[in-house]
């Protein structure tokens, strides 16, 4: 009997050695070590440029509403703390997300906090840095960093897909103005789109009876003016606009009527119709098609 006993005793202890090697590889779901699962981020903690403050739950929601993310959206968080901003992606709205963040135990208590809320297989954090990490797939971009930050990252914004919608908690992007600042209680937020690079010479042919016209455009992030020529008539561009890859401007045909132009750009061509003239009795005014193509421009600021 004696010896029975030490080999149970053994026994036990090659179970229990076996055991703890396994948990400490992580071969179950959801084992983490007793660390891991107490910690708690401070409010204020300094990390690699920024200290982490969770972003207020209304100004979340306001935010992602306001760049109207869908479930077909790929929703990035720069800076995922906890992972609250991508997790509410998933939950509100149903997309798809993703975070990027350089503290550690940050980035593995966002990931328990996503399978908490049951939306692990849509959501998923990287231990990463925002200024070497690829996120150029996504087609939404959510920031709370600061001004400096924002301002080394713009180059790297602007030249994600026209389209991509932006936001931040509390800073701006310097002269890049926002299409729209959010207000939830005491928080602020900023939504921008990313334009399409419209700047330079296009030709365009549609517009009007006499041949191809000239478009010349001059841009400054989403804001443009420039000028019409129809044959020898040069003419000012009228409510001018851009938002992502939607081009907008008015002129005034041979005729004397006021046309509107609804094109898209893509790259270096766009295409679109002309609709108008307003102020008449019909229900549906002629549409006429337009392509263009750009002869020369310069890139975005």
Not at 227 to 248: C, F, I, P, W
Request: charged share 20%.
């Amino acid at each position: 009997m004696p010896n029975a006993s030490r080999d149970l005793h053994h026994t036990a202890r090659v179970l229990i050695h076996a055991m703890c090697l396994t948990l400490s590889l992580g071969f179950f779901q959801g084992c983490t070590t007793p660390q891991a699962e107490t910690y708690t981020p401070r409010l204020g903690q300094v990390g690699k440029d920024v200290m982490w403050l969770p972003t207020r739950d209304e100004l979340v929601t306001r935010l992602l509403k306001a760049a109207d993310v869908t479930p077909t959206d790929e929703v990035v968080d720069l800076g995922a703390g906890d992972g609250k901003i991508a997790i509410a992606a998933a939950l509100q709205f149903g997309a798809r997300a993703w975070g990027i963040e350089y503290n550690k135990n940050l980035t593995a208590l966002a990931q328990r906090n996503a399978q908490r809320a049951g939306v692990a297989d849509r959501v998923h954090f990287i231990h990463g840095d925002i200024y070497t990490q690829d996120f150029s797939s996504a087609t939404v971009v959510v920031m709370y960093l600061l001004e400096e930050i924002n301002a080394q990252l713009r180059p790297t914004i602007l030249a994600m897909r026209p389209g991509t919608r932006v936001l931040s908690n509390t800073f701006s992007m310097g002269d890049w103005e926002p299409d729209q600042v959010i207000h939830a209680n005491t928080s602020t937020g900023y939504f921008w789109t990313v334009p399409a690079a419209v700047n330079g010479v296009w030709s365009i042919t549609g517009l009007d009876s006499r041949g191809p016209a000239t478009l010349r455009l001059a841009q400054r992030f989403q804001r443009i003016g420039g000028s019409l020529a129809l044959g020898s008539e040069v003419q000012t561009l009228l409510g001018a606009r851009l938002q992502g890859t939607d081009l907008h401007f008015s002129f005034v045909n041979t005729d004397g009527e006021l046309k509107a132009v609804n094109a898209k750009v893509e790259g270096a061509r766009l295409t679109g119709v002309v609709v108008g003239p307003y102020g008449m009795l019909e229900s549906e005014p002629p549409v006429i098609k337009i392509a263009g193509e750009r002869q020369s421009g310069m890139p975005l600021p």
